[in-house]
């Protein structure tokens, strides 16, 4: 039991941040986070670091609450807050010697120098702060994050602002992080979340909308998905498609066709026989990526519903 | 606390900081007790040091609200003020930590008017005629006056998140409690019956009678208690961000 979250709700002005909510993340498991911007996600993420109270509810941390005693879960958790806020001032190395000192780590500048490596400072560990691209900062602050080994890692949208090279070594870090510790991550990228985690947690106006594993998840996702297809030949008709197992509706405007399946199983390998049974020339075929602002109004259309 | 007080001591001299309060000080005491006729000891015939002690409160006044207004105001404004709250530090750590290292700060920028003293005591004729007893007193009361001004400052950090507004908030404060409880002792409203009540709840009172070589525990007892109510309230605000 790593991080169980009890009840937690957080009012500021008779408004709900954060509403009951409730979850738990394990140990070798990494929990996304994700939610529309304000649906509260950065909140929840305080208060369990202990940053801020909550209103309502609690949360344990490796068996600590974070009511009674807060020193002990900080003790618990890196914490890598939004907007990664740094001393712009001190340099790499400096600052990480001030975060192992306020962690009373022993042997100090030997776990710097592993943490330097891990996450790839070296080139950069004798440059100020304030000098570094963002990719570099994130790492500063992932580093000030793992420097004192915790069993718990909270990031609050790590990847954000970063470009493909800089997501690519993040994320792989994250991943390796999260074989041993507890890892609770947020983030508003679909993808990304697919990629990196185990179990995802989807929150909406500081309700809890969703608690699956990413399996789950990716199921409900993959119903209804939605093929845009284009033959070369104009005059095509639509009814050669609709005998398909799993397709639901076809609608066809000059030989661009649209797709809707409502199976689970992928419709694009039948679309294509059927289009070569057919003699049709296939020029296009695209799947829509499912976009996450669709994921949630789905989902908090269907909690609505039941 | 000590992990706090080496970084803030480090921003302090790894920065223009340090150095800027500390000459600035010096330059400004210096010009005062040696080379501006009016004050100058040189030209005053007396071997004293009160020039010293009547201008560093001014000096003081706008120093050390310049030094503590980035105590606060700066981490709020660039969120680090998170950093520091999330990590296994206690609020009584974090402020006692960053109280130490400005006061240390104020007090490396009074150390070296101790060569004043000792160029003074060889110029007395004869040498060494001068009221050290005084002057060693003297020293006691701006070590605690710099304590109060360094915990009033520290206490209007925490009130916003703008380090000009903080800055102008701890010099008003200051001067409030220095000098303003003298002139509202003076209002005739008050006169025989509190002006020397309300005199007694300023700092300049207090300081001006440990300055005078006369160590008394009441006086000692209010400095401490100022720092220690400004503190207190400094350590309130901040938990009440919560």
Sequence with gaps: MSVIVKGLSKQ?????????????????????????????????????????????????????????????????????????????????????????????????????????????????????????????????????????????????????????????????????????KTVIFSSHIMQEVQALCDRVVIISDGLLVANESIEKLSNRMSAN??????????????????HIEGVADVISDHGQFTFTSDSHSDIRKSIFDAAVKNGLTLLEMRQDKANVEDIFRKLTKSTSDV | MFSVFYKEINTFFSSLIGYLVISVFLISIGLFMWVFSDTSVLDYNFATMDQLFSIAPLVFLFLIPAVTMRSFAEEKAKGTIEFLYTKPLTSYEIILGKYLANFSLVIFALLPTMIYYFS??????????????????????????????????????????????????????????????????????????????????????????????????????????????FIYATITIMENRK
């Design chain 2, 120 to 229: 003074i005591y060889q110029l007395g004729s004869p040498v060494g005629n001068l009221d050290s007893g005084a002057i060693f007193g003297s020293y006691i009361g701006l070590f605690f006056l710099s304590g109060a001004f360094v915990a009033i400052g520290m206490f209007a950090s925490t009130l916003t998140n703008n380090q000009i507004i903080a800055f102008i908030l701890g010099a008003f404060f200051c001067f409030f409690f220095h000098w303003a409880f003298v002139y509202i002792a003076r209002m005739p409203v008050f006169a025989a019956n509190f002006d020397l009540f309300i005199q007694k709840l300023g700092i300049n009172y207090h300081y001006n009678s440990i300055s005078k070589g006369l160590i008394d525990s009441r006086d000692i007892v209010y400095f401490v208690s100022v720092i220690f109510v």
């Design chain 1, 12 to 180: 500021f002005d008779h408004q709900f941040a954060v509403n009951q909510l409730s979850f738990e993340a394990h140990p070798g498991q990494i929990l996304g986070f994700l939610g529309p911007n304000g649906a509260g996600k950065t909140t929840t993420m305080k208060m369990i670091c202990c940053y801020i109270e909550p209103t309502e509810g609690t949360a344990e941390v490796e068996g600590y609450d974070i009511r009674t005693s807060p020193l002990m879960v900080r003790k618990q958790i890196g914490y890598l807050p939004e907007h990664n806020p740094l001393y712009e001032e001190m340099y790499v190395k400096e600052f990480l010697q001030f975060v192992a000192s306020i962690h009373k780590i022993e042997n100090k500048n030997a776990r710097i120098s592993d943490i330097i490596e891990m996450t790839g400072l070296g080139k950069e560990q004798n440059k100020i702060i304030g000098t570094l691209s963002k990719g570099y900062r994130q790492r500063v602050g992932l580093a000030q994050a793992i420097i004192h080994d915790p069993k718990v890692l909270i990031l609050d949208e790590p990847t954000s602002g970063l470009d493909m090279n800089q997501l690519v070594d993040i994320r792989s870090l994250i991943r390796e992080l999260g074989k041993e």
């Design chain 1, 225 to 242: 998905q939605i093929i845009h297809v284009e033959f070369a030949q104009k005059n095509v008709s639509p009814v050669l498609f609709t």
